[in-house]
């Protein structure tokens, strides 16, 4: 079992930055690909960006190209998300998941093992 912690959530102005860190507890994160989810109000959870489990190789969503960045430690067991240039839609509860698949095609939820409870985002305009 893999329990993962979602950290590093907050309020901030349109244009602001925030990193959200996702550590884990009862199993190296170094076997998995890593990967963040977001669910706005209202909306279904939808794909941020992966990482695969030697973080070489990554994958965003079109919204947040060029504005989020995820990276991991696997030394410290932590993965994170770097998200400068935040926008008002990117306001959204934000799920760190880990996947014991392969690929940087894999954005559905059914493809991930392991959940954390989640973060609050919200960006203020």
């Known amino acids: 079992q893999v329990q993962l912690h979602e950290s590093g959530g907050g309020v901030v102005q349109a244009g602001g930055s925030l990193r959200l860190s996702c550590d884990a507890s009862?199993?190296?994160?170094?076997?998995?690909?890593m990967g963040w989810f977001r669910q706005a109000a209202g909306k279904e959870r939808e794909f941020v960006a992966r990482?695969?489990?030697?973080?070489?190789?990554?994958s965003y969503t079109d919204s947040v190209k060029g504005r989020f960045t995820i990276s991991r430690d696997n030394a410290v067991n932590t993965v994170y998300l770097q998200m400068n240039s935040l926008k008002p839609e990117d306001t959204a509860v934000y799920y760190c998941?880990?996947?014991?698949?392969?690929?940087?095609?894999?954005?559905?939820?059914?493809?991930?093992?392991?959940w954390g409870q989640g973060t609050q985002v919200t960006v203020s305009s």
């Open positions: 009862g199993r190296t994160l170094s076997s998995y690909a």
């Open positions: 998941t880990a996947d014991r698949g392969y690929g940087l095609g894999r954005n559905k939820e059914s493809q991930y093992n392991y």
């Open positions: 990482i695969n489990w030697s973080g070489d190789m990554t």
